[in-house]
């Protein structure tokens, strides 16, 4: 049973395509910059992103992947810079 899995499992570069592309299909998160690598299947997402709202729709995006075992989230918020200073 354990060389059948072995057999059938999807490479890490492929997976980390396939998550590209899902959340490339997403345009409300064209601004979040993401860093997709994978291992045995776990997918690690690092960079920058808008919300908390977007951080879980880009964790539920790479989740939904074939292949993906587990999404390991290294992101983090960074609102728009919207300050601006005063001398």
């Given at each position: 049973?354990?060389?059948?899995?072995?057999?059938?499992?999807?490479?890490?570069?492929?997976?980390?395509?396939?998550?590209?592309?899902?959340?490339?299909?997403?345009?409300?998160?064209?601004?979040?910059q993401?860093?997709?690598?994978?291992s045995?299947?776990?997918?690690?997402?690092?960079?920058?992103?808008?919300?908390?709202?977007?951080?879980?729709?880009?964790?539920?995006?790479?989740?939904?992947?074939?292949?993906?075992?587990?999404?390991?989230?290294?992101?983090r918020?960074?609102?728009?810079?919207?300050?601006?200073?005063?001398?």
């Open positions: 049973p354990a060389i059948a899995e072995a057999r059938s499992a999807i490479p890490d570069e492929r997976i980390t395509q396939h998550v590209h592309d899902a959340l490339a299909l997403a345009p409300e998160l064209q601004h979040a993401v860093t997709i690598s994978t045995a299947g776990a997918v690690k997402l690092s960079g920058w992103t808008r919300s908390e709202s977007d951080m879980a729709t880009l964790e539920e995006l790479a989740s939904r992947v074939e292949g993906v075992r587990e999404v390991r989230s290294h992101l918020i960074r609102a728009e810079s919207t300050s601006r200073r005063l001398d």
